[in-house]
């Protein structure tokens, strides 16, 4: 009796958690593809999805569709990848930042800004991207190529080791990027922008690069939620539980390698989802990662998905970087739950 | 009779410093072997280079016909299960869900717990006295209780042997009494064998089949505790002065504190 009580419990629960947030994902979704200075109305949009041709379509479809998408995907993507390395670390600051992709990308974008490097058709012709974007994603990976290198101690690589040589790798890069900006003014204020992250070059080739590494890659992640629930006890013990850390961590560090790097490669370096995000949905789904891990998708997409909305919303014209809002509305509830947590409420 | 665990000839060196020399011991099945000695006498490396942990430089490690190195992390955990000597969790799953854990082994990558595994943790919990507390926190247990969680884990991976890194040396004497108790009977009663490294003589003494004395890495004696716990033994592995008694069937050892 006891244990179809535990079992149902379980499930009853992520069933609950999981069918809140789809349901909450369709309705930004609606919201950041219903909102915007174009104001139309819910009804003309239904009527739109359903029998075709309207005057929104324009805006809708070549615009707001793909911006909200491609947010939804960077932030479940982000989120994932925060995720999973803060489980791999047992480190609650750990995320894709700590790993160098955010540096690096903003090292290879700010390159290719500048230098104008291999025009766009080499980028295009690759994925559908501009060439930016694939600087970016080129700079993010190597920059955690550099990384573990630097870590490793024969196959082994140790997590101090991989937080300090994130850190100092990550150091380099930044430099290398002010570096880059100070010798080329002309394209400073570029490079700033894209490190602040943004959605306005949505496109729908953006979202299929998107969705095409970010949705495999997150349900790869997720194939690792028991190895990564066990790995929180220590590489000892988790060894002696059969799962092979030195295995996993390798695995799970190149998976979230490269969601982080496409998400940023589409999006510009979007801070907080990756850290904060899972933390917050820990906090109410408790910290097993066959529940986390989806939650933590569908969290990070809402979240960044509204984030968006409201960005480009807020003083139209004028755009507020999206890292900017995420930040400003994020850190407060973020801290609430931590008080929260503090004072004895369901951790 | 072939034994469950074998260990011959073992050696392990940090760089040039020799931490384990030429250590072997054989465990047969349903026996409690405790490791006895002073501290860095190389009781923990020993048994990390069980476990597998750490690759010894020289010797050979088998359970059963197959030498640990040679194992899956996977296949090794079916077989082998450890109590660790200080666990850690710091994030709030229950005690089931940590209990369960010690199916990982039995299951496939992408299959899930199946009735058989939760009727496995419920025993697991049953046995060590837990099941009242399956659905609290971990992160409220006291010490006694989490170790027994711990217990229960090992338990409930189903292994022949269990390596226990002094499972009662942060424990009152009440909880002390209990886990030996547990361990002895699951020997006994279950066909398992421990082995278990020891700090408390007199605890071992009682409960042990056979005790591995260790000074400095070498072995000096193994056998029944009659035969290791004695007067001179102590004098050399530990530098105390003792007198030894026997006390309920076994040997009691009462060190000269002035």
Known sequence: MVRQSAKTALRVRACISVITLLV??????????????????VREFLEYLFTGASSAEVILFKIRLPRALLSYLVGGGLAVAGCCLQGVFKNPMADSHILGVSAGAGFGAAACIAFGIGGASFGIAAFGLGN???????????????VVQFARIGRRVSTSALLLSGIAVSSLFTALTSGIMILHRESMEQVVFWTLGSFTAASFEKVRFAALLILPCSALCMVFARPLNIMLLGEEDARMLGVDPVKTTRMLVLLTTLLAAGCVSVSGIVGFVGLMLPHTLRLMTGPDHRLLLPCSFLGGGIFLCLADTLARSLFPPLEIPVGVLSALFGVPFFLYLLRRQGKGGRG | MSSRLTVENLSFFYGNRPILKNVSLAVAPGELVSILGHNGSGKTTLLRCISGYLKPKEGAVRIGEDAVSSLSSKALARRMALVPQSPVMEFDFTVRDIVLMGRNPHLKRFSGETETDYAAADAALVR??????ADRSVLTLSGGEWQRTIIARAICQKSELMLLDEPVASLDIKHQIEILRLV???????GVSALCVMHDVNLSAHYSDQILLLKQGEALACGAPGSVITAPLLAEAYGIEAEVRTEQGHPYMIPRYD
């Open chain 1, 24 to 41: 909450l994902s369709f309705f930004a979704l609606l919201l950041a593809v219903a909102w915007g200075s174009t104001g139309f109305k």
């Open chain 1, 132 to 146: 930016v974007a694939l600087g970016a994603l080129i700079g993010g990976m190597l920059a955690v190529l550099f």
């Open chain 2, 128 to 133: 060590t006295g837990m099941d009242a507390l």
């Open chain 2, 184 to 190: 002895r009977s699951l020997c006994r009663e279950s």
